[in-house]
């Protein structure tokens, strides 16, 4: 048992997909183990060329349906929106055009998804590329048993390398058509008007069209961190970490986040020491994708009760990392409403304070009227990708100084720090008392 391993912490990442659990995986490996990721660095080029194809057919896909309606919307974004493509002239026209030229990339998604999926299908039809723990030397794949299975070695499969160099070659065939269709006038207006909804990682890939196409591309540390991918069941990840004077060994175990997955959360929640669970607050208006009914901010929210309720985590320490600020930021910058999603919000102020506070004091709410153990709860303002870079490019990277924002901020004001290690600190005048709740 983890417990009974001296200087062993069990660290469990939870959330719904696409919630930021792997990017701080990532952050983690990043700073503790980059050899990791400098050796797995060529077994992701497959991955980022399949984030690019499914991007290219999202906007085709989009475009052809909003073109093919447009005329039928009487809604005021609609009109808008029609009024907006008079000036471009025959836009179906050009789309149809790129579509031709491009379709030898986008015929290659289904192809691609298989091979990177090794034969791993989920229910309900859905596609994307969906593999299991270990697909790769950087994580290793484990059973409930807690059996190892032996991690990648080498190169890819055969087959696997055969459809990436294809895809290598077909997308830099086509770069020209790719960045033209990202660019397009109409492409920009449908975006802006949300009527075109991408990955979030889509537009930095698209934006990066002309250095990923090189025939000798080589995934960069921003290209990984940005990946999109599906990953079922849970991995474990081993760090070792000095915290305070000691040395630990972190076992942090990175898990599907659909719902379909979360069963396989239950056998590693014994050994527990803590629980960062993530909430992606940008997702106010968003659904699930295997739930089209379900607000992503709701399910959060579900979520995190069941995980404060469950008896077996009652000891366990507990993060809250309310995440991808950033995007909650340009969001709301951009106009959208909160109220149109969240009808509870009401007539307050659409500014992220606002919004952001509003969120945190949902959360901390279930956390005061659920949680069994009476726990301390540690929550932060998070932005992943935004904390990784501002490390990278000024070469710091300690993981025990984490750049949120603590509960309390009095609680770290002799450090002027918030922290990842929950009790542990390197600082200890900083930890006079715990971070306390707000009234």
């Not at 696997?160 to 830099?172: E, G, K």
């Not at 920009?188 to 008007?193: G, H």
Request: charged share 20%; aromatic share 8%.
């Amino acid at each position: 048992m983890v417990a009974d391993m001296p200087g062993a912490l069990s660290v469990m990442l939870l959330g719904q997909a696409e919630s930021g659990k792997s990017t701080l995986q990532k952050q983690f490996q990043l700073y503790y183990a980059h050899q990791t990721l400098d050796h797995g660095r060529p077994l992701w080029r497959p991955v980022v060329y399949f984030n690019i194809i499914k991007a290219v057919r999202m906007i085709l896909d989009e475009l052809d349906h909003e073109l093919s309606t447009l005329d039928s919307d009487q809604s005021i974004e609609g009109q808008a929106v029609a009024h907006a493509l008079v000036p471009l002239g025959d836009v179906s026209g050009e789309i149809s055009r790129l579509r031709s030229k491009l379709v030898p990339l986008t015929s290659m998604e289904d192809s691609l998804a298989s091979e990177l999926s090794n034969g791993v299908s989920v229910t309900g039809g859905r596609t994307g590329v969906y593999v299991r723990a270990g697909w790769q030397a950087i994580g290793t794949p484990l059973s409930p048993n807690r059996s190892k299975a032996a991690p990648a070695t080498g190169g890819p499969p055969p087959a696997v390398a055969h459809v990436t160099n294809l895809a290598s070659r077909t997308l830099m065939s086509v770069q020209s058509e790719i960045d033209d269709l990202w660019k397009h006038p109409a492409v920009r207006i449908l975006l802006n008007n949300r009527r075109i909804r991408l990955d979030e990682s889509a537009p930095f890939f698209l934006d990066n069209i002309v250095r990923i196409a090189q025939p000798d591309y080589l995934p960069t540390t921003a290209d990984l961190l940005n990946v999109r991918l599906q990953t079922l069941g849970v991995s474990e990840h081993s760090f070792d970490i000095e915290l305070c004077g000691t040395r630990y060994n972190w076992l942090m175990y990175d898990v599907g986040g659909a719902r379909g997955q979360r069963h396989a959360w239950v056998p590693y929640f014994d050994d527990a020491t803590a629980i960062i669970f993530l909430a992606p607050i940008s997702a106010f208006d968003q659904y699930l994708e295997e739930d089209g009914r379900t607000n992503r901010l709701d399910d959060s929210l579900q979520l995190f009760t069941a995980i404060c309720s469950n008896k077996l985590l009652r000891n366990s320490h507990l993060v809250l990392l309310l995440n991808k600020t950033d995007l909650l930021k340009k969001k709301l910058e951009s106009g959208i409403k909160v109220r149109k999603y969240i009808t509870s919000y009401g007539d307050r102020p659409n500014t992220f304070p606002d919004v952001s506070d509003y969120f945190r004091a949902h959360f901390i709410q279930v956390h005061r009227r659920n949680d069994i153990g009476r726990r301390v709860l540690y929550a932060h303002f998070t932005s992943m990708l935004v904390c990784i870079f501002l490390h990278l490019q000024s070469g710091s990277a300690h993981a025990e100084h984490f750049s949120g924002y603590p509960s309390n901020p009095s609680h770290h004001s002799k450090c002027g720090r918030s922290h990842y290690s929950f009790p542990y600190c390197k600082d200890r005048a900083c930890l006079s008392r715990p971070p306390s709740l707000p009234a």
